[in-house]
C-alpha cells in the first residue's frame, strides 16, 4: 500500500512555521516591519495553502496498490481444498413428452458425476428428472467411489444462462439427497460450490427447504443443528451458512 508519509494539515503547520521564522529574519538577523511581514505572509500564506490542497487532493484521487499478501482470490483451488468433487449439472430437457398435459413435457435433468480434483477420471453416479422441481425420476449408473475420510464439495453447474427457478429448485434437492447419500457412509460435504450467478436464488431455495442463514458463530458459542452447510460462490467472493434444526425458523 502506498501511502504519504506527512498528512496535508501536519505538512501546513510544519510550513507555515519555517515560513514565518525565514521571514522573522531576512536581512542578517534585522526583523521586518510587522505590517510588511503580515501582509507577506498573508499572501504567501494563501498561495502555499492552494498548493498543498492540489497535494491533498492528488493523494486522495491517487491509486491504491495491495501488497502482495493482499491478493484476492479469482478461482478455487480444487486440489488445495478438497480430495473429491460431486458435480451436479442440470439441463433443461424440451418437449420430453409431448403435448403433455401434465408439464412433462419441460422437465429438468440433473446429471450426477464423482472425480478427484484435476483428474479427467469422471465416474458416473446418477441421473435425476425433476418436474416444476419435483422429482419424478432416478435412475442409478454407479456408486460413489470414494471412501472417508475425505474433503468433499458439491459442485453445482448448469448447462445455459439465464437460470431458471426450476434449475434452482432441482440443483438443491440433488444436493440434499447427495448429502444423505455421503451422511450414510460416514462423509459429509465441505463446501457447496454454486455459480455465482444462481447463488442467490441457490440459498433463497434452502431457506425455503428448512434452512436457516446465519453468520459463522464464535468458537466458544454452541450450535443447536443437526445439519450445518456451507454454502460458496464460483468465482469466490460469497459465502453463507445453512443450519437446519429439524424446528423450523
Same mark, same amino acid.
Given at each position: 500500500m502506498?501511502?504519504?508519509? +506527512? ?5 501546513? &503547520? ?12 531576512i536581512?542578517? @538577523?534585522?526583523?521586518? $516591519?510587522?505590517?510588511?511581514?503580515? =501582509?507577506?505572509?498573508s499572501?504567501d500564506?494563501? &498561495? ?9 487532493l492528488s ?5 491504491? /496498490?495491495?501488497?502482495?499478501d ?11 481444498? /478438497?480430495?473429491?468433487i ?5 439441463? +433443461? ?7 403433455d398435459? $401434465? ?9 450426477? $458425476?464423482?472425480?478427484?480434483? @484435476? ?12 418436474? =416444476? ?5 432416478m ?46 457412509r460416514t ?10 450467478? &444462481?447463488?442467490?436464488? /441457490?440459498?433463497? =431455495? ?20 443437526s ?5 460458496? &460462490? ?13 424446528? @423450523?425458523?
Amino acid at each position: 500500500m502506498v501511502k504519504a508519509e +506527512h498528512s496535508p494539515v501536519s505538512l501546513l &503547520s510544519v510550513t507555515r512555521s519555517s515560513f514565518a521564522l525565514q521571514c522573522s529574519t531576512i536581512g542578517g @538577523g534585522k526583523k521586518l $516591519n510587522r505590517s510588511f511581514h503580515a =501582509r507577506l505572509l498573508s499572501s504567501d500564506l494563501r &498561495s502555499l495553502i492552494c498548493l498543498l490542497m492540489s497535494i491533498s487532493l492528488s493523494l486522495a484521487s491517487a491509486p491504491t /496498490f495491495a501488497d502482495e499478501d493482499d491478493e484476492i482470490d479469482t478461482e478455487i483451488d480444487w486440489s488445495a481444498r /478438497f480430495t473429491r468433487i460431486v458435480d451436479i449439472k442440470t439441463e +433443461h430437457l424440451d418437449n420430453y413428452i409431448r403435448n403433455d398435459k $401434465n408439464g412433462y413435457d419441460k422437465l429438468i435433468l440433473a446429471r450426477v $458425476n464423482s472425480q478427484a480434483p @484435476g483428474e479427467k477420471d469422471v465416474k458416473k453416479y446418477e441421473v435425476l428428472w425433476y418436474r =416444476r422441481g419435483d422429482p419424478v425420476g432416478m435412475r442409478r449408473l454407479g456408486s460413489l467411489a470414494f471412501q472417508a475420510p475425505q474433503k468433499i464439495a458439491l459442485h453445482v453447474m448448469h448447462s445455459s444462462y439465464p437460470v431458471e427457478d426450476d434449475e434452482i429448485k432441482a440443483a438443491a434437492d440433488a444436493c440434499l439427497r447427495l448429502f444423505l447419500d455421503l451422511h450414510a457412509r460416514t462423509m459429509s460435504p465441505s463446501a457447496i460450490v454454486v455459480p455465482k450467478q &444462481s447463488f442467490n436464488a /441457490f440459498v433463497q =431455495r434452502m431457506n425455503q427447504l428448512g434452512f436457516y442463514s446465519a453468520e459463522e458463530p464464535e468458537p466458544n458459542q454452541p450450535v443447536q443443528a443437526s445439519i450445518i452447510l456451507s454454502v460458496e &460462490s464460483e468465482p469466490p467472493g460469497m459465502r453463507q451458512l445453512l443450519f437446519y434444526t429439524g424446528r @423450523g425458523f
